[in-house]
C-alpha cells in the first residue's frame, strides 16, 4: 500500500495520510455498494461482505484529501506542472544548471551508506576523514561567492511557475519570502524591521534561500529606505556564505533600477532570460490535445449514457438497545440521587414543621376527625353496629347446627322426628337422608340419619326488609404526622408529591358530611401556604428532582422485586425441605399411609384429586420380575388413571358407594353414566407429549425471532426487463483535417506567450470536452480551426491596440 501512495500520489502523503486514504477508500466502497443508506432516514440491513473496496475508490479518495504539508501553510515551492513542461522545462534545466555551479551539491554519505564502499588507506580511512574535517570544509565553503539568479522575460512567460520550480528543486534549503504580502502584513512593525528580521533567520538557518517573486513591483512599492536596508543586509553575508537571492523580474530588465540590478554582480550565469517557446515546444504543448480529440465517447466519463441502476429494497434494521450503563456511571449517578432527595428532604422539613405548628387540627388521625374508616369508607358507628350483628347470628347459626346433628353418628338409627305445630296443624316433614360413614381398618360402616327440614307456613308474616346500607365515603388516609413519617422513613422524591398529599387533606374536608366549614377553610389556607413555599425553589431543582424521582421509582420497584423473588425462594425451598422431611418419615416407617382407602374416597367425594401411592401388590410383582430379568430392565410403571383405589377396590363396594353417594344437588349418582363420562373424558383429553403451553410458544417465537435476526437479509430485488444492449455506432475523426488542425495551432500561435498558450489550450480541451458524446467529430475539429483563429486575431488585435 505504501509502495502505490508514494508511485500514484508523491512524497505528500505520510503514514497517517495511507491510513485516512485508506478509510475514505472504504467509504467509498460503501457508498458505491449501498447508496440506500444514504437516501434513508432508517437503519437498514446490509451485508458487509459484498462489499469491496477498489482502485477507483482510492482515486476518488485523493480528490477529498489534503495533505498537511499542503494545507499547514502556504508554500512557494511546487513542482513544475505537467502541461506546461514542453514550454518552460529548458528554462527550468538553465536555472538549476547555474545553481549547480554556485551552489555546488553538499550532501554527504551517511555512516551505513559509507559502509558500503571499501577503504584502501592501511589506517582504515582515518587519514582520509581527517582530511574531510578540514580541508574538504574549506574547499567547500570557498566553491560558493554570493550566489545570485534574478529570472528575467517578458510579462506573462510563466516566471512564477519556473519560481516555484526552483524552489521545489531546492528541497531542504530554508526558504525566507520577501514578498510584499509578507512585508507589509504585520502593522506592528516597519518594512525595514520585516527585512532585518527575514535576514536574520536566513542566517540562522543555511543554507537558505531569499526569494522575491515579483522584483520589479516590489522596488517601485517599498520605500527608498527599504531599498537601502536591503543593500546593507546583503553586504552583511560572507561571501561563501550559502545563501541564494532568487528574484523574479516579469519585465523588461532595463525597467529596474540600477542599484537593484547591482545586487546580483556582474556575472551572467547570474541573469537567466525566458525565451518565447519554439515550433517544437508548441506542438509538445498541443499534442495532449490532439490526443484527447482522437478519444472515442466510451474514454470519456460520462458521455455515454448508462443505464439506471436498479437499487435493491433493504430490509429495516430492528432498533438498537440502549446503552447500558456501566457500574461506575451507576454508583455516580445513585450518589448524585441521594444527594438530591437528601436536599428534598432538608427543604421539606422547615415547610412541614410550619404547616404542623399553624394548623394542628390536621394532625389528628382521620378516623378520630371524621370518624370514618378510610380503608371501607363506613362510619365507625355503622361498622360497630354490623360487627354485633355478624356475631349475633354466627352464634344463632351455631346453636342451630349444635341442636340438629346428634354428639355420636355412629350409633344413630333412623327416626322420624314429629313435624311442629303451626296454627294447630301438623304436617309430616319433609326429611333428608345423610349418610355418615366410619372409617375402619379392612372395611366402612355407613349409618343414615333423617334430619327434619322444616316447612315455611304460607299464613307466617314475612321477616321485615334489611336496614339501608349507607353510601361509602372515599376518604384519603393522610395526616400531617403520617406526612412527618413519611418525609423522614420513607422520603419524598419531589415538592409535587408533598403537595399532592396536602391537597388529599383538603379533599378529607371538602367531603366531610359534617358540615365543618372552618376546617374547610384551614385546610385551603395550608395547602396555599404550602404551596408558596415550595413555588421559591429554583427551576433548575425542580428539574433534577423530576428526573431523580423517575430514577428512584425504577429502583424501589427493582428493589420491592427483588424482595419478592427471594421470599418466593425461601417459601419454595421451605416447601421443598418440608417435602423431602415427610418422604423420609414416610419410607422410614411400617405403619400403613396416613390416606388409606377410606379416607381416599372421602377426599375424592369432596373434590380433591387422590394421591397416586404404591400397591403392595404390585410392587411384589416388580420385585419379582426385576429378579426374572437379566437385562435389568425397569419396572413398568402403575397407571395413574384412577389411583390405586380403584385398581384394587370391589366392585360390589364400589356400586354400592355409587348408590349411597348424592351428587351435591342431593341426587345419587348413577353408576352407568359415571362410567360412560369417564371413558369420554379419557377419549377426549390430549396425550401429555401434545399439550403446548403459553411458555413454549414464547420460547418458539423468540427463537424464532433470533434466527430472522442472524440470518442474512432478504433483499427484494426488482427485476426489469433486460433490453439487449445496441452496439455503439462507429467512431469517425478525418485524420487530415486533424493534421491541419495541428499545424495551425504550431504555426499561427509562434507571436503567443506561455500564459496566451495556456488560456487557448483550455478553450480547446472546453470544446472537446462539449462534444464527447459525438461518435463524428468532423463539425468538432471545425469548430476547434475556427476558434483557433478568432484567438489569434484578439490577440492580435489587442496587442496592436496596446
Request: charged share 25%; with cysteine.
Amino acid at each position: 500500500m505504501r509502495v502505490y501512495l508514494d508511485f500514484f500520489f508523491g512524497p505528500l502523503f505520510g503514514s497517517w495520510h495511507s491510513q485516512a486514504l485508506c478509510t475514505e477508500a472504504a467509504l467509498n466502497a460503501v457508498q458505491r455498494r449501498y447508496p440506500q443508506i444514504y437516501k434513508s432516514s432508517e437503519r437498514l440491513l446490509v451485508d458487509p461482505k459484498t462489499i469491496e473496496v477498489q482502485p477507483r475508490d482510492f482515486m476518488v479518495s485523493v480528490k477529498k484529501l489534503i495533505p498537511s504539508s499542503a494545507r499547514s501553510t502556504s508554500s512557494h515551492a511546487s513542482p513544475l506542472p505537467q502541461h506546461l513542461r514542453p514550454l518552460l522545462q529548458p528554462a527550468l534545466d538553465t536555472v538549476v544548471a547555474t545553481l549547480e555551479k554556485s551552489l555546488p551539491n553538499s550532501k554527504k554519505r551517511n555512516t551505513l551508506e559509507e559502509a558500503e564502499w571499501e577503504y584502501d588507506d592501511a589506517d582504515g580511512g582515518w587519514e582520509r576523514e581527517m582530511i574531510s574535517q578540514g580541508e574538504a570544509r574549506a574547499l567547500e565553503t570557498m566553491r560558493v561567492h554570493r550566489p545570485r539568479i534574478l529570472l528575467h522575460g517578458p510579462s506573462g512567460m510563466g516566471h512564477s511557475q519556473v519560481g516555484a520550480a526552483v524552489l521545489h528543486f531546492l528541497e531542504g534549503f530554508h526558504v525566507q519570502s520577501m514578498d510584499l504580502a509578507t512585508l507589509v502584513g504585520d502593522s506592528t512593525r516597519t518594512i525595514e524591521a520585516g527585512i532585518v528580521q527575514l535576514f536574520v533567520e536566513a542566517k540562522r538557518h543555511k543554507p537558505a534561500v531569499i526569494y522575491i517573486p515579483s522584483l520589479l513591483g516590489w522596488c517601485h512599492a517599498v520605500p527608498e529606505t527599504a531599498r537601502l536596508t536591503m543593500k546593507a543586509m546583503l553586504d552583511s553575508i560572507a561571501s561563501t556564505d550559502p545563501i541564494l537571492v532568487l528574484a523574479i523580474c516579469d519585465g523588461d530588465l532595463a525597467a529596474l533600477p540600477s542599484d537593484v540590478r547591482d545586487w546580483f554582480g556582474f556575472s551572467r550565469d547570474s541573469y537567466v532570460q525566458i525565451l518565447s517557446p519554439t515550433d517544437q515546444q508548441r506542438y509538445a504543448f498541443f499534442a495532449e490535445l490532439l490526443d484527447t480529440a482522437r478519444k472515442p465517447p466510451n474514454m470519456f466519463p460520462d458521455a455515454v449514457k448508462r443505464k439506471k441502476r436498479v437499487l435493491e429494497v433493504l430490509p429495516v434494521a430492528p432498533p438498537l438497545p440502549p446503552r447500558e450503563p456501566s457500574k461506575a456511571e451507576i454508583a455516580a449517578q445513585t450518589e448524585a440521587d441521594m444527594r438530591t432527595l437528601e436536599q428534598v428532604t432538608y427543604r421539606l422539613g422547615p415547610v412541614l414543621g410550619e404547616l404542623k405548628k399553624k394548623f394542628k387540627r390536621f394532625t389528628k388521625d382521620v378516623r378520630d376527625e371524621y370518624g370514618i374508616n378510610p380503608e371501607t369508607g363506613m362510619t365507625l358507628e355503622y361498622e360497630e353496629e354490623q360487627r354485633l350483628l355478624n356475631e349475633a347470628n354466627q352464634a344463632a347459626n351455631e346453636n342451630a347446627e349444635l341442636a340438629v346433628l346428634p354428639a355420636d353418628h355412629s350409633n344413630v338409627d333412623p327416626a322420624v322426628v314429629d313435624a311442629p305445630v303451626v296454627n294447630g296443624t301438623t304436617d309430616e316433614p319433609s326429611s333428608v337422608a345423610v349418610i355418615i360413614e366410619t372409617s375402619e381398618v379392612n372395611g366402612t360402616d355407613a349409618a343414615v340419619v333423617q334430619v327434619p327440614v322444616p316447612v315455611v307456613d304460607a299464613h307466617v308474616s314475612p321477616a321485615p326488609p334489611p336496614a339501608l346500607v349507607p353510601k361509602p365515603l372515599q376518604i384519603f388516609d393522610m395526616d400531617l404526622e403520617k406526612m412527618h413519617y413519611k418525609l423522614y422513613y420513607v422520603g419524598y422524591l419531589t415538592g409535587e408529591e408533598f403537595l399532592q398529599d396536602v391537597q388529599q387533606i383538603v379533599r378529607n374536608a371538602e367531603r366531610a358530611l359534617d358540615g365543618d366549614s372552618d376546617r374547610l377553610f384551614k385546610a385551603q389556607q395550608m395547602a396555599n401556604a404550602a404551596k408558596m413555599l415550595i413555588g421559591g425553589w429554583e427551576p433548575q431543582f425542580k428539574l433534577e428532582c423530576q428526573r431523580t424521582a423517575v430514577r428512584e421509582a425504577q429502583r424501589r420497584e427493582e428493589r420491592k422485586k427483588q424482595r419478592a423473588a427471594e421470599k418466593a425462594a425461601k417459601a419454595k425451598e421451605k416447601e421443598a425441605e418440608q417435602k423431602r422431611a415427610e418422604e423420609g418419615k414416610r419410607s422410614g416407617s411400617d405403619e400403613p399411609p396416613s390416606h388409606s382407602y377410606g379416607t381416599r374416597r372421602a377426599t375424592r367425594h369432596h373434590g380433591a384429586q387422590p394421591d397416586v401411592v404404591e400397591d403392595p401388590v404390585e410392587i411384589e410383582r416388580r420385585l419379582k420380575r426385576q429378579r426374572s430379568d437379566a437385562a435389568r430392565e425397569s419396572a413398568e410403571p402403575v397407571s395413574t388413571g384412577g389411583g390405586p383405589d380403584v385398581e384394587m377396590e370391589d366392585p360390589d363396594r364400589a356400586a354400592k358407594r355409587a348408590r349411597t353417594t348424592p351428587m351435591p344437588d342431593g341426587s345419587p349418582v348413577d353408576t352407568s353414566q359415571s362410567a360412560a363420562l369417564a371413558v369420554s373424558v379419557g377419549d377426549v383429553a390430549p396425550h401429555a407429549e401434545e399439550v403446548k403451553t403459553p411458555v413454549d410458544e414464547a420460547a418458539k417465537i423468540a427463537d424464532t425471532y433470533a434466527m430472522s435476526l442472524d440470518a442474512p437479509p432478504r433483499a427484494i430485488v426488482p427485476m426489469p426487463d433486460q433490453e439487449p444492449e445496441k452496439p455503439p455506432p462507429p467512431f469517425h475523426i478525418d485524420e487530415s483535417r486533424l493534421q491541419t488542425l495541428a499545424d495551425h495551432l504550431v504555426h499561427s500561435t509562434s507571436a503567443l506567450k506561455v500564459e496566451q498558450l495556456e488560456q487557448l489550450r483550455a478553450l480547446c480541451l472546453n470544446c472537446v470536452w462539449s462534444h464527447r458524446s459525438d461518435w463524428d467529430r468532423d463539425d468538432m475539429v471545425g469548430q476547434l480551426m475556427e476558434l483557433v483563429t478568432d484567438f489569434v486575431q484578439q490577440v492580435q488585435q489587442v496587442g496592436a491596440s496596446l
